[in-house]
């Protein structure tokens, strides 16, 4: 069983930037991993992803070109960069990744993502 921890949440103001990690228990070699967030009364989202076999991004258009997903040379760490944070961002930020090697598709809600982090708050103050 696949275990993802995520860390570097917190808090900070409208403009601000933080950068979110999620670590992987094991290689995740061509998978589909990413990250999902969810706002207070609303559903889960998805707002990014990255395929590390080939290292394509795949971004929600609420984060295009704020944030920024990477994945480190040994396929274990997965890394978020969100920079011009707005309260909108507002959320518990969870890490996931597909259980199997399938790309990834989007939107998704997150059917096939087998393995989950236990989430991570971001609040984004104006």
């Known amino acids: 069983q696949v275990q993802l921890v995520e860390s570097g949440g917190g808090s900070v103001q409208a403009g601000g930037s933080l950068r979110l990690s999620c670590a992987a228990s094991?290689?995740?070699?061509?998978?589909?991993m990413g990250w999902f967030r969810q706002a207070p009364g609303k559903e889960r989202e998805w707002i990014t992803f990255?395929?590390?076999?080939?290292?394509?991004?795949f971004y929600a258009d609420s984060v295009k070109g704020r944030f920024t997903i990477s994945v480190d040379n040994d396929k274990k760490t997965v890394y978020l960069q969100m920079n011009n944070l707005t309260p909108e961002d507002t959320g518990m930020y969870y890490c996931?990744?597909?259980?199997?090697?399938?790309?990834?598709?989007?939107?998704?809600?997150?059917?096939?993502?087998?393995?989950w982090g236990q989430g991570i708050q971001v609040t984004v103050s104006s």
């Open positions: 996931a990744a597909r259980g199997d090697g399938s790309y990834c598709y989007v939107p998704t809600t997150g059917t096939g993502f087998l393995y």
């Open positions: 094991e290689y995740m070699y061509n998978k589909c």
């Open positions: 990255i395929y590390s076999g080939d290292e394509k991004t």
